[in-house]
């Protein structure tokens, strides 16, 4: 009983000692409004919603609407200083539709008295660090981005971490990770694996949080007389009397001698002797019909054929333009730099003034929806962070990457229709195609509204490209073939859902139609070649 009682009261000083090292945690599983404040700000309509993430339980916050700025406070339970300890900042995001454009950061705000408020958070409330992914165009990285006040300036000014890591691309969910340590170090995580390990005040930020002892002086001005160019023309060069600028770069070879199985009198090209005129045609709708051009084989089996003309070849005296070459310039002095004058904002710092946050906020523009946010936390232990990770994240993450092995293992139906519809549908655009884009488009009109019919539709289309375009290519050359019937077998009314009798007879009827093909595949107007 005294080692079970022992036992109890070690694991309630644990559980005591990790609740202290957690300033802040937001699971989302149950009431989160009472913690959290929608911005009233006109510009923020995004619409926040409490969803399951997809595949499974878990709850989170999520960002329900594409191309609109959406804005959510939290306060802290207490102001946290960055200076003196250990500092965790972590959440995990899903990208459930990627992220082409748009934020999934959070900022880590300053204290109201700073002059905001939950009620109107927006890009311009204060905050004392941005971190997380943010991707649009050729941005795509894990920002993190600190503000400090200069003691001189008494501004305050942005800084950049330089080269962040990238976040991860997929649709699973990820937890980042920033740890501040009291020594400046800062460490980002990404899934629990280090990514980034830097020093707060290095010129791994831009700009430096110290900024340099001496400046340009911004008066001092170029004197008219100082000449940069290391090199100049010889002045006194001329050029060669026979140097001809006017050679060409290449000349007929003189040289060259006509094959002598050259057929001066044969074209490229003749008439095919196998092309017969379509019976279909109609000269005076569709003009004088001229057979197709084949390439001469007779000039395949010779050197040439026509006008038999002699080869260039480069001309050995050809030189180009002439210049005068350059030499050292005897005036130069070098690239012109202003004088540097003492630094008027120069400060020496052994830590960056962090300044405290006392809110967490999500400020967000983004062209998609579906960015789930959750498990967000603020601690003073890395080892907290740690358990989180593993408790809180992981087992979803294996979940959605097991669920996701399985999609990719075996694609549903529904996928695959859909894209060989949308395949079917491009293949239609093929211009030529065009004299039976219709039928084809109507085919698959039928066979998305009525899946009995689906599958012979789709079968049938790819004969009906086959000999379209069969008859395109070899249409000229032979006898016109027989036209020939394609025929939808009809589906039995019984296995096609409709809403009435009589929408079903018609939907049958269409769906029995033949597809007739047109003789000589498609009629082509041509002009008369020249003589």
């Not at 409330?125 to 990285?141: H, L, R, V």
Request: glycine share 6%; aromatic share 8%.
């Amino acid at each position: 009983m005294a080692k079970a009682l022992l036992f109890l009261g070690l694991l309630a000083i644990g559980a005591a000692a990790v609740a202290a090292d957690v300033v802040f945690y937001e699971p989302f599983d149950g009431s989160w409004e009472s913690r959290w404040t929608v911005s009233g700000h006109s510009d923020y309509q995004g619409h926040w919603k409490h969803e399951k993430s997809e595949g499974h339980e878990d709850y989170g916050l999520l960002v329900s609407e594409p191309a609109k700025k959406h804005g959510i406070a939290a306060t802290l339970p207490k102001s946290v200083d960055l200076k003196d300890d250990v500092v965790v900042l972590q959440y995990d995001v899903r990208l459930q539709k990627g992220l082409e454009c748009g934020g999934a950061y959070l900022k880590f705000l300053l204290p109201q008295e700073a002059g905001w408020t939950p009620g109107d958070f927006s890009n311009e409330s204060p905050y004392s660090i941005m971190f997380g992914p943010d991707k649009c165009g050729a941005t795509n990285k894990v920002h993190f981005i600190y503000k400090h006040k200069g003691p001189k300036s008494d501004k305050h000014i942005e800084h950049h971490l330089k080269y962040p890591p990238s976040p991860v691309a997929d649709k699973l969910s990820h937890v980042y990770t920033a740890v501040i340590y009291p020594n400046n170090t800062l460490k980002i995580l990404v899934d629990g694996k280090e990514e980034k390990s830097v020093d707060l005040l290095s010129s791994d930020f831009e700009p430096a949080v110290i900024p340099p002892k001496t400046i340009p002086d911004p008066d001092d001005k170029k004197p008219e007389d100082w000449d940069e160019r290391a090199k100049i023309p010889d002045p006194e060069a001329t050029k060669p009397e026979d140097w001809d600028e006017d050679a060409p770069l290449e000349i007929e070879d003189v040289e060259a001698v006509k094959p002598d199985d050259w057929l001066d009198n044969e074209p490229d090209e003749v008439d095919d002797p196998e092309a017969s005129k379509p019976a279909d045609w109609d000269d005076e709708e569709d003009g004088e019909w001229e057979p197709p051009k084949i390439s001469n084989p007779k000039c395949e089996e010779a050197s040439g054929c026509g006008e038999w003309k002699r080869p260039m070849k480069r001309n050995p005296d050809y030189k180009g333009k002439w210049y005068p070459p350059m030499i050292d310039n005897p005036a130069y002095k070098g690239i012109w730099a202003p004088k540097q004058i003492p630094n008027p904002e120069y400060f020496e710092l052994d830590r960056p003034d962090l300044e405290p946050i006392s809110a967490i906020g999500i400020e967000i523009w983004t062209m998609q929806d579906g960015i789930l946010f959750d498990n967000i936390l603020v601690a003073t232990d890395e080892a907290v962070a740690a358990e989180y990770r593993e408790t809180k994240w992981k087992p979803k993450y294996e979940a959605e990457k097991e669920k996701q092995k399985i999609e990719e293992a075996t694609p549903s139906p529904d996928g695959i229709q859909a894209k060989m519809f949308e395949y079917l549908r491009k293949v239609a655009d093929i211009p030529a195609l065009a004299s039976q884009k219709e039928k084809i488009l109507d085919l698959l009109e039928k066979a998305e509204k009525f899946p009995t019919i689906s599958l012979s539709a789709i079968a049938l289309i790819p004969l009906v490209v086959v000999v379209t375009l069969f008859k395109i290519l070899f249409g000229g050359k032979k006898s016109p073939p027989k036209k020939t019937k394609v025929t939808v077998e009809k589906s039995k009314k019984e296995d096609i859902s409709s809403p009435d009798d009589s929408k079903d007879k018609a939907e049958d009827d269409a769906t029995g139609n033949e597809i007739e093909k047109e003789g000589e595949g498609a009629r082509q107007r041509r002009t008369r070649r020249e003589s």
